[in-house]
């Protein structure tokens, strides 16, 4: 379970449900991407609704553009289809890349 105050980067599945239940029940601190402009309005929209703008943002962007960061959570939800099959080595290099020592990445 995701701990309270731990960093949360969803990759293409913002403003689903389940990226708004991690910030309210797990008390995450979450960041979404996306490429589409639609989607990162629309979760932000879910955020805002749920009171948590100061907890939680969506952007227009993909992983890659957050190596700076380091997050302890990586939720990847029907990614493998959107990064295609000759990509799949560099992302899973990214995503190593952004993880905490002891962060864990889930993928469905």
Known sequence: MPKAGEAFLDSATV???SFVIAVE???VLATGVTLSEKQAAWGNDQ???AG???RAKSFVSTIAAFRAASFTRLPSLE????VGIKHLEAFYKQVHDLLDDQGL???Q
């Open 15 to 17: 403003g689903a449900r």
């Open 47 to 49: 955020i805002a609704q």
């Open 105 to 107: 990445f889930y993928m």
């Open 79 to 82: 990614m493998v289809e959107h």
């Open 52 to 54: 948590l703008a100061g």
């Open 25 to 27: 029940h797990d008390g």
